[in-house]
Nanobody
Framework: QVQLVESGGGSVQAGGSLRLSCTAS???????MGWFRQAPGKEREFVAA????????YYADNVKGRFTISRDYAKNTMYLQMNSLKPEDTDVYYC?????????????????WGRGTQVTVSS
């Protein structure tokens, strides 16, 4: 069983930066890891993903060039560095883990989810 805990959310003005963290309990060396986000009344949206072993990133088009996903083996933690933030990036951000190790934008592929952290970007 894997538990995921997000942190690092907060409020920032447009153009600012935040770094989200997702710390995992349990062994995730072969997992695929991802970030998703969701606004009230909307579907959950893919943001970025990375394979824990190979570290190859995969981004949604609307965050490419602004967000960077990474992971730290020693800390069992995944990060999402978010730069040039826009008001439309305001959402609850969730991290997720896929036992199959797939780097994917499909929500249904992920087996474990964190509870989310709120990001608010003001104009």
């Amino acid at each position: 069983q894997v538990q995921l805990v997000e942190s690092g959310g907060g409020s920032v003005q447009a153009g600012g930066s935040l770094r989200l963290s997702c710390t995992a309990s349990g062994r995730i060396t072969s997992y695929g890891m991802g970030w998703f986000r969701q606004a009230p009344g909307k579907e959950r949206e893919f943001v970025a993903a990375v394979s824990w072993r190979a570290g190859i990133p995969y981004y949604a088009d609307n965050v490419k060039g602004r967000f960077t996903i990474s992971r730290d083996y020693a800390k069992n933690t995944m990060y999402l560095q978010m730069n040039s933030l826009k008001p439309e990036d305001t959402d609850v951000y969730y991290c997720a883990a896929d036992r199959g190790g797939i780097t994917t934008h499909h929500e249904y592929e992920y087996d474990y989810w964190g509870r989310g952290t709120q990001v608010t970007v003001s104009s």
